[in-house]
C-alpha cells in the first residue's frame, strides 16, 4: 500500500539518506559536525545514534581532507556521502573534486569507480553572513566527470539523494538550504522499488538526468532548478493573472542537463526565461540558452532571457533582496519576452 | 651538507655505509635480520633493471618517441627497500616517480611509458597489483591513500589478532609535496582516525630547483612527530636501512598502533624530468659528492665483500635488463593511438547525454571525411 507522509525537505533528506544507509551498509557519512550535532542544518540528525561512529564520522576542518579521503574509501568499495557545511566553503576541495574525483573513472580506462556524494547546502535568502549564501554549481558542472542535480521539493529530496549514492558515478548534491524547512508530500516505495530492482543504480542515474514539469503552460518557459523553482511557480501564478501562461521546468539535474525537456517546451512556448541564483555570466543559462538557440531557433518569438544573480560578490545579507532574482524581475523579463 | 635542518645528514638510521659497509642499528637491526643474501641480490636485480629501463625511457624520449620523462635514478635503494615489504592486503599509492615500486608489485614497465607517450592516463589496473595509479597533482593522492586506510581498518583489515591477515597502506611523495595542503590533511585525519598509512617521503632534496630548504626550516620528518606519529629519517641511498624501517612501520601501521612517517633522505640524481636543466641549479661538485652515494654501487660492494654477487649472477641481471631494454623500444615505437573516438569512453560509469550527443556529433563529423572521399 502506497502511503503518503509530509516531510520538509531537511527531512526529506535525511529519511533518504537513512534508507541508502539501511540499504547498503558500505555507505558512511562523513563531514563537519555531521555526528551529533545532526550537521549545523541537522540534515542527518539522529543517524549517529543509530548508525554509529563508524558509518557517521565527524571529520577534521578540512574540505580537501573530506573529500580527499572520502575518495580514497570509495577505492576500498565504500560508498561515503560527505556533507561540506556551506557553499562558499567547497573551494579548499575544489582541487579533489575536479583533478581527483571527476578523473578517476577516465584515467583508470573506466577500472576505477569513485562514487563519491558531496552535499552542500547552497544558494540564499536566509540572511546570512559573507560565503553562507553562494551558488557555485556551475563550477562543477563544467568539469567532465561530474554529475551536479539539486532537489527542489521534498519527494525529490527523498528520491534524488538515494539516487545519486546508488549511482556509480560522482554526484554534487546541492541543496537549497532556503527551502529546507518547505513541506511537501513524500511517497517512498517507488524509488525503493527501484533501487531494490537488479539494474537500480543504472536507472536510477538515467531517472536523476531527467528534468521534471513543474506546470504546465504554453506562452512561456520558465527554466528553473533547486531554490528557484518555487519562485518561478509563483511567478507562473501572477503572468496567469495577467493572461499569460507559463510553463515552469524544474531541471533537477545541470550534468548531465535535459536539453530535451527544454527544447521541447520551448518550441511549443517559443520564449524562454532561466532563472538561477548563481551569476548569470557564464552561468547554466548561458548554457541553455545557447542549446536553446542550436536547436530551437526557428521557434523563438523572442531571445532567450536571463534572471540570476549579479557579476558581483554575494552582498551583505540586507542586500540580497535585490541582488537574487524575485517574483518582480522574473515577470519584468516574462513582459519583454511577451512582448517582443 | 647544512649542519641542521631540511638537508643535514643528522639522525639518518643507516645499515649499510656508502662505503659499502654493513652497519648496525639498535632499534632497526632486528627488522632487517630476515634479508638473506639471495634477498639482497633480488634488491640488486630490481634496482638494475629498474635503472635501466630509466635510462632507455630517457634515450626514448631524445629520441622523439615519449612526450616527457620523469627519472627515478638515484632514488632506487629507498624505493626497492620500502617496496620489499608490501604484501596482501597492503596498499600502494605512489605519486610519479615510483618506477621502482610498481616493477616490484609486477607492473610491466614498458606499458607505464603509454603514459609519457601520450596514449592514455593510466596504464594499469591498481587492484591487479595493489599499486593505485600515479598521482601527478602533487600530494592529492596521500589523501586517497589516508582515505583508503580508513577504510581497511572499517573493514577490519587492522589489529585483527592474525598479524599475517593485517594490512596497511604505504604512500610515497616528495619533499615538496610536503608543501601542500594535502598532505598536511592528510597527516591530520590519519592521526584523528588512527588509519594505517605509513608516510614515505623521498627527501630527493629538489622540487624541480628549489632545495628543501624553501619547502621546510626543519627536518621533513619533523612533520609527522607534530602530528603525533612516530617519524623516522632513514638514508635513502641504503637501501637495507629503507627496508628495515619500512618493515618496522608497515607492521606499526598494521598492527592498529597508527600511521607513521618516513622520510628517506636521497639525492635526485637526474633532471626532475626530460624537461629540467639541473645545471641551473646545482653544481657538478655536488652530483660527484652524491655519485658517491649511489645506491646501487654500495650494494655490490657489501654483496661483492660478502661473496654473494656471483659473476654469472650480476650477467643474468644485465640479461634481464637489456632484455627489457629492447622490448621496451620496440613496444613504445610500435604504439600507435586508437580511434580518438576513445576520448568519450568511460568519462562516466553510467550513460551521460552530453557524452552521448558529442560522441555521436564527433562520429558524424569523422565519417563526413569518409564520405567526402
Known amino acids: ?340 | 651538507m647544512d649542519a641542521v635542518g631540511p638537508l643535514s645528514d643528522d639522525g639518518l638510521v643507516g645499515l649499510l655505509n656508502h662505503t659499502g659497509e654493513r652497519t648496525e642499528h639498535e632499534f632497526f637491526s632486528p627488522y632487517a635480520k630476515d634479508l638473506t643474501p639471495e634477498d639482497l641480490r633480488g634488491f640488486y636485480r630490481a634496482m638494475t633493471i629498474t635503472r635501466a629501463f630509466d635510462f632507455e625511457a630517457t634515450s626514448l624520449q631524445r629520441q622523439g618517441e615519449l612526450g616527457l620523462w620523469v627519472q627515478s635514478w638515484g632514488q632506487e635503494a629507498a624505493q626497492v627497500g620500502s617496496g620489499a615489504v608490501v604484501r596482501e592486503p597492503d596498499f600502494v599509492f605512489p605519486s610519479y616517480r615510483e618506477h621502482a615500486v610498481a616493477f616490484q608489485r609486477g607492473v610491466d614497465l614498458p606499458q607505464m611509458l603509454k603514459i609519457f607517450r601520450g596514449l592514455q592516463h593510466g596504464a594499469w589496473n591498481p587492484a591487479d597489483h595493489n599499486f593505485h595509479l600515479y598521482t601527478l597533482v602533487i600530494g592529492a593522492h596521500t589523501l586517497h591513500a589516508t582515505g583508503y586506510a580508513m577504510g581497511m581498518e572499517l573493514d577490519g583489515l587492522v589489529a585483527s589478532g592474525d598479524p599475517a591477515r593485517d594490512g596497511a597502506v604505504i604512500t610515497y611523495f616528495g619533499d615538496g609535496a610536503t608543501a601542500q595542503g594535502d598532505v598536511n590533511e592528510a597527516l591530520v585525519f590519519a592521526s584523528v582516525y588512527n588509519a594505517p598509512v605509513v608516510f614515505f617521503c623521498q627527501n630527493n632534496q629538489f622540487a624541480i630547483s628549489e632545495p628543501t630548504t624553501r619547502q621546510s626550516k626543519v627536518p621533513i620528518a619533523d612533520r609527522g612527530k607534530g602530528h603525533g606519529m612516530p617519524s623516522v629519517r632513514v638514508d635513502g641511498n641504503d637501501v637495507i636501512a629503507c627496508y628495515a624501517v619500512t618493515n618496522w612501520a608497515m607492521q606499526y601501521a598494521r598492527s592498529g598502533a597508527g600511521p607513521v612517517f618516513v622520510e628517506a633522505f636521497t639525492y635526485r640524481m637526474g633532471a626532475h624530468t626530460t624537461s629540467d636543466d639541473p645545471t641551473r641549479y646545482r653544481t657538478k661538485a655536488d652530483e660527484e659528492y652524491w655519485a658517491q652515494r649511489d645506491p646501487i654501487a654500495r650494494l655490490v660492494t657489501y654483496l661483492k665483500a660478502i661473496d654473494e654477487l656471483p659473476d654469472e649472477f650480476v650477467e643474468s641481471v644485465d640479461e634481464e635488463a637489456k632484455e627489457l631494454t629492447r622490448r621496451t623500444r620496440e613496444l613504445v615505437r610500435s604504439w600507435k593511438p586508437g580511434p580518438s573516438v576513445g576520448m568519450f569512453d568511460h568519462i562516466y560509469a553510467a550513460p551521460h547525454a552530453t557524452v552521448d550527443a558529442e560522441r555521436e556529433w564527433f562520429k558524424r563529423y569523422e565519417q563526413s571525411f569518409v564520405e567526402a572521399h
Request: negative net charge; glycine residues 10%.
Open chain 1, 1 to 340: 500500500m502506497t502511503t503518503t507522509e509530509k516531510m520538509t525537505l531537511a527531512g526529506a533528506i535525511n529519511a533518504g539518506l537513512r534508507a541508502a544507509m539501511e540499504r547498503d551498509h558500505k555507505v558512511v557519512l562523513m563531514g563537519e559536525d555531521v555526528g551529533k550535532l545532526g550537521g549545523v542544518f541537522r540534515v542527518t540528525d539522529g543517524l549517529h545514534k543509530d548508525f554509529g561512529d563508524q558509518r557517521v564520522m565527524d571529520s577534521p576542518l578540512a574540505e580537501s581532507g573530506i573529500v580527499g579521503t572520502a575518495i580514497g574509501l570509495a577505492l576500498r568499495g565504500y560508498r561515503p556521502v560527505v556533507e561540506i557545511q556551506f557553499d562558499g566553503f567547497v573551494f579548499p576541495a575544489f582541487d579533489q573534486i575536479t583533478t581527483s574525483l571527476a578523473k578517476l573513472h577516465a584515467r583508470s580506462g573506466g577500472t576505477l569507480t569513485v562514487p563519491v556524494v558531496i552535499r552542500i547546502p547552497y544558494a540564499g535568502n536566509i540572511g546570512a553572513i559573507e560565503h553562507h549564501s553562494e551558488s557555485p554549481e556551475t563550477l562543477f558542472a563544467h568539469t567532465p566527470g561530474l554529475r551536479v542535480c539539486t532537489p527542489a521539493t521534498p519527494q525529490d529530496g527523498y528520491d534524488m539523494i538515494q539516487q545519486a549514492i546508488a549511482s556509480p558515478d560522482p554526484y554534487l548534491f546541492f541543496e537549497p538550504k532556503a527551502r529546507y524547512w518547505d513541506k511537501g508530500d513524500v511517497v517512498r516505495d517507488r524509488v525503493d522499488a527501484q533501487l531494490s530492482a537488479p539494474d537500480g543504480a543504472l536507472a536510477a542515474t538515467a531517472e536523476l538526468g531527467l528534468a521534471r514539469i513543474a506546470r504546465e503552460g504554453a506562452d512561456v518557459t520558465l527554466v528553473s532548478y533547486g531554490p528557484t523553482v518555487r519562485l518561478a511557480l509563483q511567478a507562473a501564478a501572477l503572468a496567469e493573472e495577467s493572461g499569460v501562461s507559463a510553463e515552469v521546468i524544474d531541471l533537477r539535474s545541470l550534468s548531465p542537463l535535459d536539453s530535451d525537456a527544454v527544447v521541447r517546451s520551448v518550441k511549443k512556448t517559443g520564449r524562454a526565461v532561466v532563472i538561477h541564483e548563481a551569476v548569470s555570466t557564464y552561468g547554466a543559462g548561458a548554457e541553455i540558452a545557447a542549446r536553446v538557440s542550436e536547436q530551437a531557433f526557428f521557434h523563438l518569438h523572442a531571445p532567450v532571457l536571463r534572471v540570476g544573480g549579479f557579476y558581483a560578490p554575494y552582498p551583505g545579507a540586507k542586500y540580497e533582496h535585490d541582488y537574487l532574482p524575485n517574483v518582480d524581475r522574473v515577470l519584468d523579463a516574462v513582459d519583454r519576452v511577451v512582448a517582443h
